[in-house]
């Protein structure tokens, strides 16, 4: 019904760039907050950043400065521009979207499904 694609992953060095795409298709009416999360191995998902319609942006105090989120909104896409790599931003990198699939329906949770972030020292 609702599809979210992330693409953009890889293996980088430490002090490197990566730019992560999430791309929302399917049965949407209209796409409320965007987020990106990661879970690294063994650890709980955490929020890295999220993003609502309207452009208000939220980051966990460990990208601050480092990650910038960002939409298209007419693309139905999210952006996640990570700069000044450090090996613990290792882990798997998820695309939320609170999605409404209708006028008259309330909103859900979408996720996609992930796409690995590997940062070598």
């Known amino acids: 019904q609702v599809q979210l694609v992330e693409s953009g992953g890889g293996l980088v060095q430490a002090g490197e760039s990566l730019r992560l795409s999430c791309a929302a298709s399917?049965?949407?009416?209209?796409?409320?907050?965007m987020g990106w999360y990661r879970q690294a191995p063994g650890m709980q998902r955490e929020l890295v950043a999220d993003?609502?319609?309207?452009?208000?942006?939220d980051y966990a105090d460990s990208v601050k400065g480092r990650f910038t989120i960002s939409r298209d909104n007419a693309k139905n896409t999210a952006y996640l521009q990570m700069n000044s790599l450090k090996p613990e931003d290792t882990a798997v990198y998820y695309c939320k979207g609170r999605v409404a699939t209708s006028w008259f329906s309330s909103s859900s949770d979408y996720w996609g499904q992930g796409t690995q972030v590997t940062i070598s020292s």
């Open positions: 399917g049965s949407i009416f209209s796409i409320d907050t």
């Open positions: 993003i609502t319609s309207g452009g208000r942006t």
